[in-house]
């Protein structure tokens, strides 16, 4: 049984930092690209950021660039984003995914495995 588990949500105000996890489990985690996604209320879930399975190539939104960082350790089955400069915009419950795709995908649809998500808050 695959199982996605975020943590290291929480209350921050604009321009600080938090670092979410997605622990992994049931899979087999360094062949699987990871993504984040991040869903506000009233809007679509949406793309934040991708990582290959080894973890040699990601891609981020241009709403994050320069700003979060993605990444992943094989060794603890863990993937990471590194969030600074947070932005009351970036307000949202932020999902991780798996997808046995090699390459990384933007789409939801593509993802096979999904967390149960984390809420993120920025105040102003």
């Known amino acids: 049984q695959v199982q996605l588990v975020e943590s290291g949500g929480g209350l921050v105000q604009a321009g600080g930092s938090l670092r979410l996890s997605c622990a992994a489990s049931?899979?087999?985690?360094?062949?699987?690209?990871m993504g984040w996604f991040r869903q506000a209320p009233g809007k679509q879930r949406e793309f934040v950021a991708g990582i290959t399975g080894n973890g040699g190539s990601t891609v981020y939104a241009d709403s994050v660039k320069g700003r979060f960082t993605i990444s992943r350790d094989n060794a603890k089955n863990t993937m990471y984003l590194q969030m600074n400069n947070l932005k009351p915009e970036d307000t949202a419950v932020y999902y991780c995914?798996?997808?046995?795709?090699?390459?990384?995908?933007?789409?939801?649809?593509?993802?096979?495995?999904w967390g149960q998500g984390t809420q993120v808050t920025v105040s102003s």
């Open positions: 049931g899979l087999t985690f360094s062949t699987y690209s």
């Open positions: 995914a798996a997808t046995n795709h090699k390459v990384i995908v933007r789409l939801t649809t593509s993802y096979n495995y």
